[in-house]
């Protein structure tokens, strides 16, 4: 019952940034976990990075850790994803998804399968 709308993704130099914002309607999210995944040509998506409903918690892969902030803004119904030192290897279409969960430790916020709705993407390029 909820659509999600990523935006912000684009074509960007390594070592540069990009903030990806994933805009939630037709009913607030701010009850439940979100999280957001990346999946690259002939590759599985791939967890990213998740919050708790609270913000208070947050989760990284390991290949991002340092470089990737997510962020939420209860009030717009918003999640954010901020990108920086960004390498090729970040190229991937990447994906918001709420969670079923309010409070999901890393188990539940990595696994896609415990997400129900999902946003239609938005491409990050990385040139070398």
């Known amino acids: 019952q909820v659509q999600l709308v990523e935006s912000g993704g684009g074509l960007v130099q390594a070592g540069g940034s990009l903030r990806l914002s994933c805009a939630a309607s037709?009913?607030?999210?701010?009850?439940?976990?979100m999280g957001w995944f990346r999946q690259a040509p002939g590759k599985e998506r791939e967890f990213v990075a998740g919050i708790i409903s609270s913000g208070r918690s947050t989760y990284y892969a390991d290949s991002v850790k340092g470089r990737f902030t997510i962020s939420r803004d209860t009030a717009k119904n918003t999640v954010f994803l901020q990108m920086t030192s960004l390498k090729p290897e970040d190229t991937a279409v990447y994906y918001c998804a709420v969670n079923r969960y309010s409070f999901s430790d890393y188990y539940h916020l990595s696994s896609p399968i415990d997400y129900d709705y999902w946003g239609q993407g938005t491409q990050v390029t990385v040139s070398s």
């Open positions: 037709g009913r607030t999210v701010s009850r439940y976990a």
